[in-house]
């Protein structure tokens, strides 16, 4: 019974990426696409001036060094509504592409991962699944308000 269940499953996985990839789903190009803030409920933090640079880890998460700061710290983004994935880049809210190690200028906050929206450890909430994957419990998360090429 299970295995017929497994094997089921495993059948509904594989047509649901063969039809994603038949119809150019762009959702599913990016994995979990760009995490971003919900548009009229921004994060809850305290808003500061923040300079860094953009850091693309192995595992594809786009991740924050400060400015000044220790380079094995780099928090998670949180980007502002209206950014999107491109690949190993972002095309922020004004069109511009950021990637791999280009200085940011931005407002934002550095907040704990239950600051974002139904977030809960292990939980399977966007921001819970995206977050354990990039591992917000050990590098923490930056959210950014606004965000420009520095």
């Not at 190009?29 to 921004?42: M, V």
């Not at 924050?64 to 880049?89: F, L, N």
């Not at 200085?103 to 991962?113: D, M, S």
């Not at 450890?121 to 959210?143: E, K, L, N, P, Q």
């Amino acid at each position: 019974m299970r295995r017929s269940v497994a094997v089921a499953a495993l059948v509904l996985l594989l047509g649901a990426g063969a039809v994603s990839c038949a119809t150019g789903d762009a959702s599913t190009e990016a994995g979990f696409g760009l995490p971003t803030q919900p548009p009229d409920d921004p994060v809850a933090g305290e808003r500061e001036e923040l300079r860094g640079t953009l850091h693309v880890e192995d595992d594809g998460c786009f991740t924050w060094v400060a400015e000044g700061g220790d380079e094995a710290s780099r928090p998670w983004i949180v980007w502002p509504s209206g950014g999107q994935h491109d690949g190993d880049h972002v095309t922020l809210p004004d069109g511009t592409s950021v990637g791999q190690g280009d200085l940011l200028v931005a407002t934002g906050a550095h907040v704990e991962p239950e600051a974002l929206p139904d977030y809960r450890d292990g939980g399977d909430s966007y921001f819970s699944s995206f977050g354990g994957f990039c591992g917000v419990r050990d590098r923490g998360v930056v959210v950014l308000d606004e965000v420009r090429r520095g």
